[in-house]
């Protein structure tokens, strides 16, 4: 049986007014169901949630990721442990080898796409601002990868081991041009900097946030030009497209 959610509910989960989902509902963007005619009650199947999720993805990891009150994300994006995104890493690696375009290069994105999640746990572990884990999706139709945290962020983690660091923007340029001695992490992969290697090798796209600063890379343009960016987060957000 499909599980129904209510207007509330949906509304909670996707962090908007019960006014803005009765409009998507009358022009179409996310369709409610109704019992009956007359009493005119909203309610959502899970299916129908999970399509318009899939296919806003991205903006919806943005506002889950830079929302002032943390909540869960919805369970089908949600790690709430290192395991659990190993397992869903893994699936995604099974369905990246189906396509044929991809056989060049779908080795390369999961191997990024793992050391961003893992730098989430590592560094975080025990210290996330207020919800733990990681939240972690892709969608191959539109072929974007997304994951975000709720963690310390770049600046508190690099302040630690590197305190002239001043803010945003240059931990930020530090954590993808720099190898910092006494970071465990750094000697598995060389965290972002090998994100970064990969990135100028393959035709793909990197966008990454961490507080007030954000930075896009590509094979054509991968100098680490680090911006201010509109909205100040907690942790990083990471969108990958392919």
Same mark, same amino acid.
């Given at each position: 049986m499909s599980l129904k959610l209510t207007l509330g509910e949906v509304a909670k989960l996707l962090n908007v007014s019960t006014d803005t989902l009765r409009r998507w509902d009358k022009s179409g963007i996310l369709t409610a169901e109704r019992s009956n005619k007359l009493s005119g009650h909203r309610h959502y199947s899970n299916e129908s949630l999970e399509t318009y999720l899939y296919d806003n993805i991205f903006k919806f990891c943005y506002k889950w990721a830079t929302r002032k009150m943390g909540q869960e994300p919805p369970s089908i994006f949600y790690c709430q442990n290192s395991s659990i995104f190993q397992a869903r890493l893994s699936k995604m690696? %099974?369905?990246?080898?189906? $396509?044929?375009?991809?056989?060049?290069?779908?080795?390369?994105?999961? %191997? =990024? $796409?793992?050391e961003i999640g893992n730098n989430a746990f590592d560094h975080n572990l025990g210290n996330w601002s207020d919800i733990s884990g990681l939240f972690f999706g892709y969608n191959l139709k539109s072929r974007q990868i997304v994951l975000a945290d709720r963690g310390q962020g770049l600046y508190k983690t690099l302040k630690r081991v590197k305190p002239e660091i001043k803010d945003d923007q240059e931990a930020l340029k $530090? %954590?993808? $041009?720099? =190898? =910092?001695?006494?970071r465990a992490p750094e000697n598995r992969g060389n965290g972002l900097k090998y994100v970064r290697r990969v990135v100028e090798m393959i035709p793909i796209e990197l966008y990454f946030k961490s507080g007030n600063a954000e930075l896009t890379l590509t094979k054509n343009d991968s100098k680490v030009k680090p911006r201010q960016a509109q909205k100040r987060m907690l942790g990083c957000l990471a969108l990958i497209k392919f």
């Open positions: 690696e %099974a369905e990246l080898m189906k $396509t044929d375009s991809l056989k060049d290069i779908y080795s390369l994105l999961v %191997a =990024i $796409t793992g $530090t %954590a993808f $041009t720099e =190898i =910092i001695s006494g």
